[in-house]
């Protein structure tokens, strides 16, 4: 156990619509990031946030959308979904902002099926 | 042209073999390198963290970062069945927390 929750873990939807993945970092850790992992692409970094702020971005679609709140839980957005959106998505955290020391521990993950 | 190329495998040894996984990159400004474990279906568990070149130990894993070829690699001593699962190597150059996965190489240790 990473120390790292994911909610919900299982997500089934149609097209079109929006839902949200929500995800609490480690006791301690002040960075959160957000990865999609799907079979042809493998695991990709979608965004982070560090303290509450947006740090560094990825190829994340406009569609989606995420944040970090004062209590350092963070949440993803994604709407208008498209059956390509159907994956696996990770959340990470780590103690620094992801500069030099960088581990990130993952969470179980929410696996997102759009029908 | 991936940022981060490695084999998918599957791999497959025998109980108590000795097992070496590998990736090559393209960029070099990668600083840090880190391989996780993947079982099926469950979040990606972080086993080996290095920075820049030379070789890391920890229990049956060793891993070897040669940034002159741009190359890293994991070796798992006397393998058992339950290191069966996915394996994937990460690495970032630390101006940011955005890590580069590859592929991953599925492994199956045989009993």
């Known amino acids: 156990d990473s120390g790292v929750t994911q909610t919900p873990k299982h997500l089934i939807t149609a097209t079109g619509q929006r839902v949200t993945l929500r995800c609490s970092p480690r006791s301690g850790d002040l960075s959160v990031y957000w990865y999609q992992q799907s079979l042809d692409q493998g695991l990709q970094f979608l965004i982070q946030y560090y303290n509450g702020e947006e740090r560094a971005k990825g190829n994340i679609l406009e569609r989606f959308s995420a944040q970090q709140f004062p209590d350092l839980h963070s949440e993803l957005n994604l709407s208008s979904l498209e059956l390509g959106d159907s994956a696996l998505y990770f959340c990470?955290?780590?103690?620094?902002?992801?500069?030099?020391?960088?581990?990130?521990?993952f969470g179980p993950g929410t696996r997102l099926t759009v029908l | 042209q991936k940022e981060v190329e490695q084999d998918p495998g599957p791999l497959s040894v025998p109980e108590g073999a000795i097992v070496s996984l590998n990736c090559t990159y393209s960029?070099?400004?990668?600083?840090?390198f880190m391989w996780y474990r993947q079982y099926s279906r469950k979040g990606p568990e972080l086993l080996m963290y290095t920075y820049s070149s030379g070789n890391k130990e920890d229990g049956r894993f060793t891993a070897q970062v040669d940034k002159s070829s741009k190359y890293i690699s994991l070796f798992i001593r006397d393998s058992q069945p339950s290191d069966s699962a996915t394996y994937l190597c990460?690495?970032?150059?630390?101006?940011?927390?955005?890590?580069?996965f590859g592929q991953g190489t599925t492994l199956q240790v045989k009993p």
């Open positions: 990460a690495m970032n150059s630390g101006n940011t927390g955005k890590l580069i």
């Open positions: 990470a955290s780590s103690v620094e902002k992801g500069t030099g020391d960088n581990e990130q521990f």
């Open positions: 960029n070099s400004a990668f600083q840090y």
